[in-house]
């Protein structure tokens, strides 16, 4: 039998580019940073979601843009015309007590990324989900329950989610419009991560072009 296997999502994990340095140079400070999620609903809430606004970052986020660089790479786009906009950033932290994050997707943005500064192998898995389940041949199929279930066993094709260890060093990125959650596990060592959403926008040199987004400059702001 002939399998097509047919529009694959990509998400991509690179390593960051000098990511020892920005560890030993920025962590003690961007653990001061965190968004507190045990008293603010959102990092919007808490006001500590502009992290790439202050300079002294700067390095960091150029190594995060080069990772989103390379991800257009895999997608064939000629991202020399285009801008990456990093539009929110926030610092994530979790220890052995912190709940796992619902399942939620980030507002407004194109790509998304978390880019674990600490981490091991006991922390809590990134985890993606696929609201559409064009596979199910019947509501419901995938279902997976404890007594009465349908499905013998998972595999790529009946599975609706998808979980990513956090390796330190690296960064994950993927589509904002992906819903997306942790799946908690024993979380032993403190993990800290940068995470952030970025909108791409052409050039303005590239004006004539009708995909993307224009530059910010060619807007008129009421
Ligand atoms: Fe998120």
Known sequence: MKIHEIFPILISQDKIDNHDEIKNEYLGELKSLW????????PENSGRAFVHSNPRYFDIFKSIS???????DLLEVDHEKLLINITKSWVGYADRDTPQLKTHMHNDADLSFCYYITSDETSDKFCFYNPTSWNEPSTGIFE?????????KFNKYNCDSYTVSPKEGTILIFPSKMQHSTLKRKNIEDRYSLIGDVKLCLKPEYHRYAQSCPHPNLWLEF
Not at 66 to 71: A, G, L, N, T
Not at 144 to 152: D, F, V
């Open 35 to 42: 968004w507190n999620g045990y008293e603010n609903p959102t």
């Open 66 to 72: 080069k990772s989103i660089r390379r991800h257009l």
């Open 144 to 152: 997976p329950n404890e007594k009465y279930r349908l499905l013998k």
